[in-house]
């Protein structure tokens, strides 16, 4: 599986630019990091801490704001990883750049990057940012059936997501749709998620700042 996913990824190769310094700010870049055995290969995710403004609590890959230091996204990519799940560098094979995309905060954009991590990993934590880091086979995504939804409520109405529940944690979002597509594009999944319009998620909008 892994060596499939290897070779599939070759359609998007690692073609990383240095941002411009008007950039700053609008940019971030996470590593999808791949490892373990060939035939179920596992992928590292991490749960982002209670106490954090941005996103606390939720599922993601390790990752941040790019800054004028990097040389580029990959490099911002890299470092982050190694800052907040302790994983050199030097332990990482990147292998493919993934389309940019905006999470829930419209104005950013986020690169992600997967890479090859040498195991066995000794990953640890850095509490500031980190609640906890766990692995989640790939299998478990190329699997319709593992996959429920949930309401997003606020006082002006709920919308229904995607989500799939994994040992006590719930993976959506970003997260989520980073790793349907990858799966789709090189395993052939064929998972096919329902999500709520684009009309419908400017309607609640509309509400809130009424």
Known sequence: MLETIKNQLKKFPLNPAQPSRQDSGSLAAVMVLLHGDQDNPQVVLTQRAMHLNNHAGEVAFPGGMWDRTDRDLLHTALRETEEEIGL???????????????????????????????????????????????????????????????????????????????????IWGFTLNVLVDLFNSTLDAAVELEYPSEELIQELRERGQQ
């Open 88 to 170: 050199a560098p030097t332990l990482v094979e990147p292998i493919a750049m993934l389309p940019a995309a905006s999470p829930k905060r419209r104005r950013l954009r986020v690169t992600p990057f997967v890479g090859l991590a040498q195991g066995p990993l000794k990953l640890r934590s850095e509490p500031s940012e980190i609640a906890s880091i766990f692995d989640a086979p790939v299998s478990l995504f190329t699997d319709i059936n593992n996959y429920q939804y949930f309401d997003l409520k606020n006082k002006h109405g709920a919308l229904s997501f995607p989500c799939l529940p994994y040992k006590g944690y719930k």
